[in-house]
């Protein structure tokens, strides 16, 4: 057995174990159910501050500015700044699909559970409020964790069959909202007591107890560049066993980076000149790895390949690589347990993370603004929408160039052998 296929016994097995996981597959799914809205404030705050980003916002008249605000910015408020508000109910909803519950009512639940959480405060003009702030970055762990325990709780007491039974007459909606009585209300009653607990504390609540010994620390952990660096290994390392690093990873990393992300955007919506992170889901989305594929396929294809198979491969890789698809490359070069291709499918997203991040941090490119970037963004737009500036686009344009000077001596050699098989093939049929 060589050290490929001793590696693949005791990496698959861990790794597949982390990818079927119902809590993270649910942490995953449920982060996606705020993707539809956070995507629409991204685009639209870039369009916003579109006179900002080229400079042109001091010769508009000051009447085009206050609308571009005025109709523009309430649409994070309601979007990207209560982002923990779709996560909750996305988690507790898909949770609850693992056991086979009522998932409408375990998302509500979960998400009730999580308001009440949440300090409350009022005055005269606006009556009884709740922070916005708690609703994004800051009510994000505290938000994942209650979903998590409300759901389990919910699901376990509907299993055990401790529900209001209606008779069969009742039509069903009406029937499900009373199984659901009991079962929601038991997380429901444990959370206001935990609600009140905190009142007592220096806290007064458990969002800020929360954010203060975990979530904060954890992100300023996770926001460097050790931790990126780690979080980028791995992806890569378990794509080349055949399994969806991205999907692995992100599942582990997400509440971390999109936290960041959510403070990034809110500090670039209110005009900070510094944001307060580089690191985040928009810089793990547009800097790490993206245009890798398009590049090495483009210079393989037309400029260095010899070998037929060599050509060919490439160019059906270069169309589905606009718009960052692997898998053609992945499975159909291979990258899969491929010795040749390991170093530089590990090394070159490193390089172009490091690169990435040192760049932002020396100020040449502006840090990431916490904009929701598809991932089949092409590169250069997707760089621009993620940084609000053209600069972003050009920092991709270098780490793809970059990144396929560290592929093109490993697949050099792998078009050499195809070349000789090719010339011994020809040799034998003549």
């Not at 400079?55 to 500015?65: H, I, Q, R, T, W």
């Not at 690589?321 to 090394?347: D, Q, R, Y």
């Not at 040449?364 to 929408?385: E, F, M």
Request: include cysteine; charged fraction near 10%.
């Amino acid at each position: 057995m060589n050290f490929a296929d001793k590696l693949s016994e005791k990496m698959v097995p861990l790794a597949q174990v982390i990818a079927n996981n119902r809590y993270l597959l649910s942490l995953r799914d449920g982060f996606m159910m705020a993707f539809p809205a956070t995507m629409f404030a991204s685009i639209m705050i870039i369009i916003q501050n579109l006179p900002t980003t080229f400079g042109f916002a001091k010769y508009l008249p000051e009447g085009v500015n206050t609308f571009l605000n005025d109709f523009f910015g309430p649409i994070g408020n309601a979007t990207m700044s209560i982002s923990a508000v779709f996560i909750v109910f996305g988690i507790g909803y898909h949770l609850a699909a693992h056991y086979k519950q009522s998932q409408i009512f375990a998302g509500a639940i979960s998400l009730s559970s999580f308001i009440l959480l949440l300090p409350f405060g009022s005055d005269e003009t606006m009556g009884t409020f709740m922070p916005l702030s708690k609703l994004g970055a800051q009510g994000m762990f505290v938000g994942i964790l209650t979903a998590i325990i409300t759901t389990e709780i919910y699901c376990r007491i509907g299993r055990a069959g401790l529900t209001i039974k209606m008779p069969e007459s009742v039509p069903p909606m009406i029937a499900a909202s009373f199984t659901a009585i009991i079962p929601g209300a038991v997380p429901l009653f444990l959370f206001n007591l935990i609600r009140y607990l905190f009142t007592f504390t220096s806290w007064g609540n458990a969002v800020d107890f929360m954010y203060e010994l975990l979530q904060k620390p954890l992100m300023g952990l996770g926001g460097t560049l050790p931790a990126v660096l780690l979080a980028v290994f791995f992806t890569q390392f378990f794509w080349w066993f055949g399994i969806h690093g991205t999907l692995v990873v992100n599942a582990v990393i997400d509440p971390i980076m999109g936290a960041l992300a959510i403070e990034n955007y809110e500090a670039y919506k209110a005009g900070a000149e510094q944001l307060p992170h580089i690191i985040s889901t928009t810089f793990m989305g547009v800097f790490v790895n993206q245009g890798m594929q398009l590049g090495v396929s483009i210079a393989m294809a037309f400029f260095i390949a010899k070998s037929i198979r060599m050509k060919k491969t490439m160019k059906t890789i270069i169309a589905p690589a606009i718009f960052n698809v692997s898998e053609p490359m992945t499975f159909g070069l291979p990258i899969v347990l491929n010795p040749i291709a390991f170093i530089p499918w590990i090394l070159a997203p490193l390089v172009s993370t490091t690169i990435s991040y040192f760049a932002i941090a020396i100020g040449l490119v502006p840090r990431p603004i916490g904009a929701t970037v598809v991932w089949t963004t092409p590169i250069i737009l997707s760089g621009w929408i993620g940084t609000g500036s053209i600069a972003g686009a050009i920092l991709q344009i270098v780490t793809v160039i970059v990144m396929t000077l560290i592929w093109i001596p490993f697949l050099m050699a792998m078009d050499r052998e195809y070349y000789k098989e090719e010339l011994a093939e020809t040799s034998a049929e003549l």
